[in-house]
């Protein structure tokens, strides 16, 4: 049996020092909501892990249900943060969007690709117009863009 609330507070607090590492280039208005997100995220991670000393929550061991798409998908989202600063938003976030979509994709074939690189440049495009004219928030850049 694993203690659930330990492993998830790891986790939590994990991810929160990972993506306050990646925080550099915001103008002051655009770090606020990320920096109070992480900081909530981090302190959620702190509480389970208190939780998990004091009232332990026991689950059964969830690893032989986890299945390649699920590994494949966390890997490529770690790999989109760490990268973001190197390559460059944009590019990054179609190309990490359109593995994704590939990856948990039943049917692999050219036109289910280029769909999904459709799909996945739109949205990055939206997001990338949105964000920085509107809000005034810029993503990273990179090598590439």
Not at 78 to 86: D, F, I, P, R
Request: aromatic content about 18%.
């Amino acid at each position: 049996m694993l203690n659930s609330d330990f492993y998830g507070g790891i986790v939590m607090v994990a991810f929160s020092a990972l993506f306050w590492s990646q925080l550099e280039e915001f103008t002051p208005f655009g770090i606020m909501f990320p920096k109070v997100i992480i900081e909530l995220l981090a302190i959620l991670g702190i509480v389970m892990l208190v939780k998990s000393k004091f009232k332990p929550q026991y689950i059964e061991s969830f690893v032989k249900e986890i299945n390649k798409p699920m590994v494949g998908t966390m890997i490529l989202s770690v790999m989109w943060v760490v990268l973001a600063n190197y390559i460059g938003f944009f590019v990054i976030s179609v190309a990490s969007m359109w593995a994704i979509q590939w990856l948990l994709t039943a049917e692999r074939n050219l036109k289910n690709s280029m769909i999904s690189l459709a799909v996945s440049l739109m949205s990055v495009c939206l997001i990338y117009f949105i964000f920085t004219k509107y809000l005034y928030i810029f993503f990273p850049k990179g090598l590439l863009f």
